[in-house]
């Protein structure tokens, strides 16, 4: 997937790159083609993965089961599927559209 967003037929996929043990959990733009989330959480039993689904949630305005990651459970580079939205609302909310 090359574009940082890509409607699907359920979810519109996100591509994230996470920054952990940062000082405060935020959306922090553009990075290299994909959206740039620092997290305070640590790489460790899943934690990491959790705040980045509770704090892209809570950004889109939908419940934390709509979001799931699809790929990159252990990278810093993920796929992440936000359903109940379409692109260009995930765009606006996201703070990348004009």
Known sequence: MDALLRQS?????IRVHVVLRAS???VEGLHGGALRVRLRAPPVEGAANAALLALLAQVLGIRQNQV?????WSSRNKVVAAQGLEMAEVERRLGLSD
């Open 9 to 13: 037929k359920q979810a519109v996929l």
């Open 24 to 26: 405060r959990d935020e």
């Open 68 to 72: 799931e990651i699809v790929s990159g």
